[in-house]
């Protein structure tokens, strides 16, 4: 069993910086397919960036690939996303996710096996 646990969500203006942090308990993290999903009021769950097993492979929403980072640190079991430029419509609640399927990267929540709680960032214009 995986657990997720996200962090450094919070409420920031409009330019700024934030980084979220997902920690994956149990012995898995290096075959974890992993990515970050937001939701924001009314709408789906859509995917923001994935990276693969290995960190080789990496996706980006057009609307933030040039805005943010994923990354993930094995030693530490942990997933990063590095979000700067923040505009108000990067307000959401961002989830973590994952899988141990074998997929090239996780960007499709019907694929998602194991979800953090959320954390909320709110961009303020």
């Known amino acids: 069993q995986v657990q997720l646990v996200e962090s450094g969500g919070g409420l920031v203006q409009a330019g700024g910086s934030l980084t979220l942090s997902c920690a994956a308990s149990?012995?898995?993290?290096?075959?974890?397919?992993m990515g970050w999903f937001r939701q924001a009021p009314g709408k789906e769950r859509e995917s923001v960036a994935a990276?693969?097993?290995?960190?080789?492979?990496?996706y980006y929403k057009d609307a933030v690939k040039t805005r943010f980072t994923i990354s993930r640190d094995t030693a530490k079991n942990t997933m990063y996303l590095q979000m700067n430029s923040l505009k108000p419509e990067d307000t959401a609640v961002y989830y973590c996710?994952?899988?141990?399927?074998?997929?090239?990267?996780?960007?499709?929540?019907?694929?998602?096996?194991?979800w953090g709680q959320g954390t909320q960032v709110t961009v303020s214009s």
């Open positions: 990276i693969g097993w290995s960190g080789s492979r990496t």
């Open positions: 149990g012995r898995a993290f290096s075959r974890l397919s």
């Open positions: 996710g994952a899988t141990l399927r074998i997929v090239s990267v996780l960007t499709n929540t019907n694929e998602v096996d194991y």
